[in-house]
């Protein structure tokens, strides 16, 4: 089971984060964001993705984004379409098309973006773009039409570990790629709890 510990704000705290070794690393360049990166990301291993996080961008923006930090994946959080991600897939890096659910979600949308993205993320509805807190119902992931390896998010902390436990031993959860964790372990917008990251980690048992 991978990690993807998402918003990551400040140099230190990101150097911090990425000494635990997440999978990924992600980076929100998106300015209606508290979480919207700017400057440079310090030198961080390069067993750790640095995801880029879009929110209906431009391809020139995001393309800039992937040569100035060396991004090795792109995180698509807005309404971009299929030729869209196809566009982006061509340069060398995983894209992971984000789909927010709700009560109710027509899990039909996902089919026709399984051949230009690497994976999906399902995320939690809100009135944010991410980050809300909130977790949706995991059961709706059995409508889920696609096999397409997705990250689960969407206001997962350290009390959801039995939960996430008891979903990942079920069969709902058999395409289920990674964990992906933001707003549950900051101590503010962007400031990552380091401890509550370990803790995490070693509870879920993942790395």
């Given amino acids: 089971m991978k990690l993807k510990i ?46 880029g996080v879009f929110v209906n961008a431009s391809l020139n923006f995001i393309l800039e984004k992937i040569e100035k930090h060396n991004l090795k994946a792109v995180q698509l959080h807005g309404d971009e379409s299929v030729a869209f991600c196809e566009q982006i897939k061509q340069n060398n890096v995983e894209v992971i098309k984000v789909f927010s659910i709700g009560n109710t979600f027509d899990f039909n949308l996902v089919k026709a973006y399984e ?8 995320d939690t509805k809100g009135k944010e773009r991410g980050g809300n807190g909130i977790i949706f119902d995991w059961k709706l992931l059995k409508e889920n039409p696609s096999t397409k390896p997705y990250f689960l998010s969407g206001g997962i902390g350290k009390e959801s570990v039995d939960a996430l436990k008891d979903f ?40």
Wanted: proline fraction near 3%; aromatic fraction near 12%; glycine fraction near 6%.
């Fill in 168 to 207: 990942l031993n079920s069969e709902v959860s058999k395409n289920c790629y990674g964990i992906d964790v933001n707003s549950k372990f900051e101590i503010e917008s962007g400031l990552k709890d380091v401890e509550k990251l370990i803790k995490f980690k070693q509870n879920l048992e993942i790395g």
């Fill in 6 to 51: 998402c918003g990551m704000k400040y140099p230190e705290n990101i150097k911090e984060v990425a000494a635990l070794q997440p999978d990924y690393l992600g980076f929100i360049f998106y300015d209606k964001s508290k979480r919207n990166y700017e400057g440079e990301i310090p030198m961080i291993s390069n067993k750790v993705k640095k995801t």
């Fill in 115 to 122: 051949n230009v993205c690497d994976y999906f993320l399902f």
